[in-house]
């Protein structure tokens, strides 16, 4: 971890923080949708946008008692987000912001409507000197308050290292 990085963790707390703040500063789009920072480990990282009407399908039929399901490119943005991100969790000895990625395939699989917040989790498949991959599924809470997987998805990615 490079001296810069270690004094960020030593500012902000924590890895998931750090990452926290760059959002909220540098990516207007994620940070309009709420995106929060889970959880980062090695391969993996957990990224989170919770419930808002704004985001939601208009259903002129819908029943009035049932709440509106969230667009299907919000869980999108989400796999497409914490898939690149998520490259640099396996990228050993890199501070993160100095690797940054670019998406050359993405694969989304709806399962079911979403209507709670949203939760993704991605797993690294491979990162190698120049391309990545990423496993993601997202999650949403149900009516009945169970905790169902929404979308699974999969990402490959150009990986730059600036450092």
């Known amino acids: 971890m490079t001296e810069e990085m270690q004094a960020l963790i030593e500012e902000y707390g924590d890895i998931e923080s750090v990452l926290q703040h760059f959002l909220d500063e540098n990516q ?3 940070s309009w949708l709420g995106t ?3 959880h980062i480990g090695d ?3 957990t990224l989170a946008i919770p419930y808002d009407d704004k985001l939601t399908n208009v259903r002129p039929n819908a029943p009035d008692d049932r709440r509106p399901d969230l667009h299907g490119g919000v869980a999108a943005t989400l796999i497409d987000t914490v898939g690149g991100f998520s490259l640099w969790t396996a990228i050993e000895d890199e501070d993160p912001f100095s690797v940054g990625s670019a998406t050359i395939n993405l694969n989304v699989n709806y399962l079911r409507p979403a209507t709670g917040d949203l939760t993704a989790t991605a797993n690294v ?24 997987a929404v979308a699974t998805g999969q990402g490959a990615y150009r990986v730059f290292r600036h450092g």
């Open 125 to 148: 498949i491979r990162v190698g000197q120049s391309v990545g991959v990423s496993e993601i599924t997202v999650e949403s809470t149900t009516p009945d308050g169970e905790t169902k």
């Open 28 to 30: 207007e789009f994620l």
């Open 36 to 38: 929060t920072v889970e």
């Open 43 to 45: 391969g993996t990282m």
